[in-house]
């Protein structure tokens, strides 16, 4: 008598023990069940996962809510099911109107399902490369959005890890949000061995010769990124090398994503600072968001 149903978070522990891997499992206010979300039409897919667009009923709600879900592959392995839990938890930590915002998750059944904020746009690269005559205002505001985003997530201590315009999206009143917090991590450094999944073209040189991983690092994709907006992702970031000569270029050239070519011109200045070979000298996002926002004004 006197034994109550164990509380969710219980559940939780007995799932990852029996699941026989270690879960860092989001708050569990954020824990929802299944059979609240249906899923719609596909949205985009990535290596493990899909994205939908979904409704999610709320309890106690009266009405379903549109949102996005991401859901995990079925036959997932450990370090897919690890990866995907620590995605959702580094989103709950985030709370900005420049990050998409994270609803919860559901980790009762398999596949796993995250849930999130539908951003309608699509992805930036995707919006940059097909909408011809993009004025350099709106480019410069797209920059500015981006570094106050990636300025919350370094106020949070979260290592975004894969900053790129495939990773933003974009709002129907042209804002953007930063997403795929695949590789994210909450630490202030981390450093790794194998750069096997990494960006390589969006790499800084430090990450390339230690596999470092840190905000400055994250700067300096930023720095790519704002590349990739000034040629509106007519190419891939140090095209026409090929992969393996991108690496050594990086290492070797001073200003590795200089470039002649693209607009604005004022966001020149910008990938310089941020695409700074010296670490001390190169900006963090506090910095980078106040010298956006000069040029925005
Ligand atoms: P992956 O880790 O597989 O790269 P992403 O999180 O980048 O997955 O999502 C893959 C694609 O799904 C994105 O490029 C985008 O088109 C779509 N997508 C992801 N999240 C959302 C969202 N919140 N709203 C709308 N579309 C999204
Ligand atoms: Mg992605």
Redesign the pocket.
């Known amino acids: 008598t006197g034994k109550r149903f164990p509380h969710i978070w219980q559940l939780l522990d007995a799932w990852s023990l029996c699941t026989n891997y270690i879960v860092p499992v989001p708050r569990p206010s954020t824990v929802l069940m299944h059979s609240a979300i249906t899923l719609e039409n596909a949205?985009?897919?990535?290596?493990f996962?899909e994205?939908f667009k979904a409704k999610y009923m709320a309890k106690g709600a009266t009405e379903a809510i549109e949102v996005?879900a991401?859901r995990l592959i079925g036959d997932a392995k450990r370090p897919q099911l690890q990866d995907f839990c620590n995605e959702a938890s580094v989103m709950a930590l985030l709370d900005h109107r420049n990050v998409?915002a994270f609803y919860g998750f559901a980790p009762l059944q398999t596949p796993l399902i995250l849930v999130?904020?539908?951003?309608?746009g699509?992805?930036l690269k995707k919006y940059l490369k097909n909408t011809p005559g993009i004025p350099n205002k709106q480019i410069v505001l797209f920059a500015l959005d981006i570094s106050s985003g990636m300025n919350h997530l370094a106020s949070r201590k979260v290592i975004h890890r894969d900053l790129a315009a495939?990773?933003c999206?974009i709002t129907k009143d042209l804002r953007v949000k930063i997403?795929?917090f695949?590789l994210s991590v909450n630490e202030t450094e981390v450093t790794v061995k194998n750069l096997r999944k990494a960006p390589i073209r969006w790499l800084a040189p430090e990450t390339l010769t230690k596999g470092i991983f840190n905000q400055k690092t994250d700067v300096w994709a930023y720095g790519v990124l704002v590349t990739e907006l000034m040629i509106r992702c007519a190419h891939d970031p140090l095209h026409p090398r090929d992969l393996k000569n991108v690496a050594k270029w990086i290492k070797d050239s001073d200003h590795p994503h200089r470039i002649e070519d693209g607009e604005p011109r004022e966001l020149a200045e910008i990938v310089d600072a941020c695409c700074e070979k010296s670490i001390s000298s190169r900006l963090d996002f506090q910095a980078v968001k106040k010298r956006v926002a000069k040029i925005h004004q």
């Open positions: 949205l985009g897919r990535g290596s996962g994205v996005a991401k998409v999130m904020e539908l951003v309608p699509g992805d495939r990773n999206l997403s795929d695949g």
